[in-house]
């Protein structure tokens, strides 16, 4: 990807952090972005376009963060954590009072909430969606490996869609953090709790 | 509530279900509800005196028309449900395609996201949740009376944040409301498992 193009999406994440995907104006990204009006629709066609990429560039770069973050708690020299461990190391970076988290979780949650309103956004959304939970469902399943897919599907689509939704009230300021991460991890004990009741 | 103060709460809450907080505009308010921009200022104030009652309004229009199809689907004549079957009654509810549901579920959904930009919107938000919270907790307490009060916050919080999430994924098109439904009920299941073992 080029930089300029790069640049572009990295801009309108932070305005659509900033505004809301309503509040997104092509003047105000050209500007963040240090590039012309005509270079953004040279490279992204149309606003919808826009929002397309912003909304893969963005899950993408959730993905990067958390596996950079997941990959420096985790010294090569140390044993490596369980499955478990892994996957609320994985899903707690997503809950974390630091700014480019915060950016990402607001632009990600504008993007989302902008699909009902736009059904052109929601191809992008839904791919993000299914790829996200069949990872989730995977370290379940490492850590419960007898059982059935159906039921790690399930747990998969409650604990993703469950971290949105404390993501939501946390970054709306109606949930502290602290509060929305201890009920993060409970989730997860209740759920391989509930998988090893399958067995 | 005067007549014409509902009337204008309801147009708000249709105008916003349909494009969104930002795309709110008090003309077209106006002309939805059938009164003049005047009256609108006379009544709210400003932008964020509306916000903040449409909000109060679009909770307690769930909570009326929860109540109202639960007592619809439980004749006098019956053996009243077990608290189990309530909660998932009045949970379930929030995911129907109907309407008025639909229209309900996109305005709070609205609302609530334009609270990451708008601190004002905050205090109505957190007492609604606070509320829906206890509500959703004192049911738990009823099926399961021997558990901790804090552990059946802690569900309650769970149960009510995996409702909104999976609810905006079921607006914005990307999980059929089956699924939605099915994972919900599932939910209640594990959580309930849960505080039976906190016993």
Same mark, same amino acid.
Request: charged share 25%; no cysteine.
């Given at each position: 990807?080029?930089? *300029?193009? %790069? =640049?572009?999406?990295? !801009? @309108?994440?932070?305005?659509? #952090? ?5 509040? $997104? /104006? ?37 993905? *990067?963060? %958390? =596996?950079?973050?997941? !990959? @420096?708690?985790?010294?090569? #020299? ?5 499955? $478990? /461990? ?50 989730? #469902? ?62």
């Amino acid at each position: 990807m080029s930089d *300029r193009r %790069t =640049a572009i999406l990295e !801009a @309108a994440a932070t305005v659509i #952090a900033r505004r809301g995907v309503r509040g $997104l /104006r092509v003047e105000e990204l050209a500007e963040e972005a240090g590039v012309s009006k005509a270079l953004i629709y040279y490279h992204f066609e149309d606003r919808t376009g826009l929002l397309r990429r912003t909304l893969a560039f963005v899950n993408n770069r959730a993905e *990067r963060y %958390t =596996a950079e973050q997941a !990959a @420096a708690g985790q010294p090569a #020299a140390e044993t490596p954590a369980g499955p $478990l /461990r892994r996957l609320e190391q994985a899903l707690l970076l997503e809950l974390q009072d630091l700014p480019h988290v915060r950016e990402n979780s607001t632009a990600w949650g504008e993007l989302r909430a902008s699909a009902v309103f736009d059904p052109e956004l929601r191809g992008e959304l839904a791919l993000a969606s299914v790829i996200w939970v069949r990872e989730v #469902a995977d370290q379940l399943g490492e850590a419960r490996p007898t059982a059935p897919e159906s039921a790690l599907t399930a747990s998969a689509e409650r604990l993703t869609a469950l971290l949105e939704g404390l993501s939501a009230r946390w970054l709306s300021g109606i949930l502290p953090l602290t509060d929305a991460r201890t009920r993060m991890r409970e989730a997860i004990g209740v759920e391989v709790a509930h998988l090893a009741g399958l067995d």
